[in-house]
């Protein structure tokens, strides 16, 4: 597959762009930012294009970049700082920007799309009376209605090996179980989650919409690697 990739300068996305490289599932990995991503420039599979992400015409630029492929990822999303952001700032990263990018991917004929969002989220968080779970309701929302034919929505709790997730917070949920979601799951276990899904369960996927949180990763990981 080739496969686009929305905020692989961030944490999550440099650890998905990473397996997506060691996985014969990709046979061309577009990173598209607003920087280049240094440990990637001497990668054979990798395209890197540098774009003005709030560009007013962003969606029409992704629409030219993302002919031919087959597969887009979202890991775009701010990892820090939001408590002394606005809500209109927060929006216009998470819901606007992301919204041009997957609908012009769809435009471009991509019927694929991975989003990483968080724990608990879902449409109906559009009208939290909480700022963060508004913005990212609003974000899960913006994805949905584009319509892609596959979406696979990936939702970690506590992400340990993050450098925004503090260490203090990862040793108090650390005894949560999996199956309440708001516990830990290792970066890398979401990096091979992403991939693991196109790997195994893509072509076979009958649903619209399949949402990952921690325990149906560890499992998907488990039924891949075993372990």
């Known amino acids: 597959m080739k496969c686009i990739l929305f905020g692989g300068s961030g944490e999550v996305g440099r650890a998905v762009a990473r397996e997506l490289l060691k996985s014969d599932v990709c046979s061309k990995l577009t990173m598209l930012g607003r920087r280049t991503v240094a440990s990637m420039q001497d990668e054979a599979k990798v395209e890197q294009v540098v774009v003005d992400t709030s560009s007013p015409e962003l969606e029409e630029i992704v629409k030219e970049i993302a002919q031919g492929h087959d597969v887009a990822i979202s890991c775009i999303g ?91 917070l990862t040793m ?35 649903q619209s919409v399949v949402a990952y949180g921690n325990k149906e990763m560890k499992l998907l990981l488990l039924e891949r690697y075993g372990i």
């Not at 939001?82 to 991917?105: D, H, I, P, W």
């Not at 949920?173 to 195994?200: C, M, Y």
């Open 78 to 168: 701010i990892g820090s700082g939001t408590a002394f952001m606005s809500e209109e700032q927060m929006t216009e990263v998470e819901v606007n920007m992301l919204g041009k990018y997957a609908r012009g991917c769809k435009t471009a004929g991509i019927e694929v799309f991975e989003l990483l969002t968080a724990v608990g989220v879902n449409e109906s968080h559009a009208a939290s009376r909480i700022k963060g779970f508004r913005v990212m309701g609003k974000k899960y929302k913006a994805v949905l209605e584009v319509g892609f034919k596959k979406l696979a929505v990936f939702k970690p709790g506590i992400i340990v090996g993050n450098v925004h997730t503090p260490r203090w």
């Open 172 to 206: 108090l949920t650390r005894f949560i179980p999996d199956s309440i979601g708001w516990g830990n799951i290792l970066q890398d276990e979401v990096a091979r989650a992403f991939v693991t899904h196109l790997e195994k369960k893509v072509a076979c996927q009958n």
